[in-house]
Each structure stands twice: as C-alpha cells, then as structure tokens.
C-alpha cells in the first residue's frame, strides 16, 4: 500500500478548541441552572458530534428543552470564541506544508457541525490545503461510528490502507482504527491506558512530521 492521505480530526487536533466547547456547555447549561465541570465534560461529550452532545446533558439532567435549541446555543458560543480566541495548534502550519509538499492528499473528518469548520478555517486561514471536508452531520452515525473516515477515503477514492488518522480523543481513535486506518494521537492525557490502541501516540504535530520523515520512499 501507498501512503498517500492523510485526514485530521479537527477539534483538539487542528485547533485547541476543546477548552471553548466545555466554556460554552458549562455556561449555555448554567442558564438551564444545570451546573457541570470541565471533567464532566471530558467523560461525558468528548469527541463526540453536536447532536450526541445536546442529547446526552438532556438524558442525564433530564432536562424539558428540545435537544436542537441546546445543540444551536453551544454552537453559537464555540463559534464566537474560536472567533475570538481560537488558536493553531504547535506544529499545524509546519504539517499542513510537509504534507502538501509530499504530495499527501489532506482531508477533515469531524464530528463538529459545518458551522464550526467554517470559523476554524477562517480563522486560521487553512481551507486551501484540505481536498476533502468531512463533518458528522452529513452522516448517520456520528464517531465512534467509523462512517466519517469510510467517507473521506471514498471521496479522495482511496484505500483505508493508504490513510494516516490524526487524533486527539479515544472516541476518533476508535472510529479510524474501526475504519482499518493506522492512526496517530496526540492526546490530552497520555497515561489513558486505552490510547494504545493507536499505532502511534506523540506529543506535538512537529513529533509526526519526524515520523513521516522516518519512513521510507517506498512508503511514501
């Protein structure tokens, strides 16, 4: 196989947005007078989609509002602090161009919602590099549900065999490795025993740009 495709997750990955979606769920559910902590939000909602999100602090806190209104706040207050605070994460600029430079394909496939991919490029000036857009919205099932990498790799029109997942949650890491793509994490915790799953775990981007230097030409 040829490794020729490389596809990022997005939030934590590409961006350091995870803080701004806790800040938005911990405060639009604090109008519900619902009050949950950032490790609540680690546990419950990491990784996943939107819509898994909304559901899932109505279920717990049996809360009466329609799960879409929750979903429509949170995303409106995650586009606002992206788009005011959003920042690159260490070794992004220097991938993107390593990767661009030896002729990877380079796809997104995330769980967030179209919206929140349109105030991340835009604020990091980045849409020119990515040849395929993935969100979960577009799919049935949300990670850890492989569909979203299935779908990136059908529509560059290449075998998960010659993809490589960046990751940063246990939720995408399942969803690629269920895709059979070997896939690399860049986790928040890396003692989190389930993250050797993965086939490779680092600690920046500029740590995976070393990597894919270290593999040979055939492989490349």
Not at 93 to 101: A, I, M, N, S, Y
Not at 114 to 126: H, M, R, S, T
């Amino acid at each position: 196989m040829i490794l020729n495709t490389f596809i990022f997750d997005m939030d934590g990955v590409i961006i350091d947005s995870e803080p701004f979606w806790r800040q938005a769920q911990i405060k639009i559910l604090s109008t519900y007078n619902v009050t949950v902590t950032v490790e609540d939000c680690i546990k419950n909602t990491m990784g996943k989609r939107i819509d898994d999100v909304a559901l899932t602090w109505c279920q717990l806190h049996q809360l009466s509002i329609n799960p879409k209104s929750l979903e429509k706040e949170i995303i409106t207050a995650v586009v606002q602090l992206i788009t005011e605070k959003g920042k690159a994460k260490k070794g992004l600029f220097e991938l993107l161009d390593f990767l661009k430079k030896n002729n990877f394909n380079i796809a997104l496939a995330t769980s967030s919602s179209k919206p929140i991919i349109d105030a991340v490029f835009n604020k990091l000036n980045i849409a020119h590099y990515f040849k395929v857009v993935c969100s979960a919205d577009d799919e049935e099932y949300g990670k850890p549900h492989p569909a979203i990498y299935l779908k990136a790799a059908k529509l560059l029109k290449v075998p998960t065999g010659n993809c490589l997942v960046l990751e940063d949650s246990v939720t995408g890491l399942i969803a690629a490795k269920a895709a059979s793509i070997n896939t690399i994490v860049i986790p928040e915790d890396k003692n989190d025993p389930r993250f050797t799953l993965a086939n490779n775990i680092y600690t920046s981007m500029l740590d995976v740009i070393n990597y894919l230097k270290t593999l040979t030409d055939q492989t490349l």
